[in-house]
């Protein structure tokens, strides 16, 4: 229960400020509607040392997705979107790793999360918005108290070093860690040091 992931990066000067901290996974939204948006960023000219590299997508064609996998060197792929489990399946094929993302409401969908658990390494629960992510906002936290649920799954939605806290009353073994960005952040896809090392001190 200690895995931090940093998402929507984008400026390679942030990136590198961020690496230092030494975040488990970074992650970078390839979905060109969302402020963060990588846009032309390349990230083969950074060194990430043990930190894994996340793409984010939402309903990306598959071709687009490899092409993208292959060209960035991706470790995790994070589907944010409304992907289907045969999509989850091809994703797995190419030989990556699959984060998938479900938006709660105030449930979550047993049977919906469990049909993709042959295909993913970890899923990702965030709080529903009608845009795809970076809301902000969080859920209510407590419904994870023993959801059954073997894989590992990663928290996002409004976490701050405020509330982190409650984070650790969550009790299921399967919850690995938290996702942040927008409460870390300055302005979109810069995030500010000092808050993401204080909420890491809070949580790691």
Request: glycine share 8%; charged share 20%; with cysteine.
């Amino acid at each position: 229960m200690s895995i931090l992931k940093v998402c929507g990066m984008r400026d390679i000067d942030n990136i590198r400020a961020v690496l230092k901290l030494k975040p488990a996974l970074m992650g970078f939204i390839f979905y060109p509607a969302s402020v963060r948006y990588v846009g032309d960023l390349n990230l083969g000219n950074i060194d990430f040392g043990k930190t894994k590299k996340v793409g984010v997508f939402v309903n990306a064609s598959l071709n687009d997705l490899a092409s993208i996998v292959q060209k960035h060197g991706l470790d995790y792929v994070q589907l944010h979107g409304d992907e289907t489990v045969e999509y989850a399946q091809a994703v797995h094929a190419l030989g990556v790793k699959i984060i998938k993302v479900f938006r709660v409401h105030d449930q979550l969908p047993l049977d919906a999360i469990n049909a993709f658990s042959t295909f993913v390494e970890m899923y990702l629960f965030d709080t529903f918005s009608e845009q795809y992510g970076g809301s902000g906002k969080q859920f209510q936290w407590n419904i994870l108290d023993n959801f059954p649920i073997q894989t590992p799954f990663l928290v996002s939605g409004g976490v701050s070093s405020e509330n982190v806290k409650n984070l650790h009353l969550i009790q299921n073994a399967s919850f690995a860690g938290i996702d942040v960005n927008s409460k870390v952040e300055i302005s979109p896809a810069i995030k500010d040091i000092g808050l993401v090392q204080k909420l890491q001190k809070l949580w790691v």
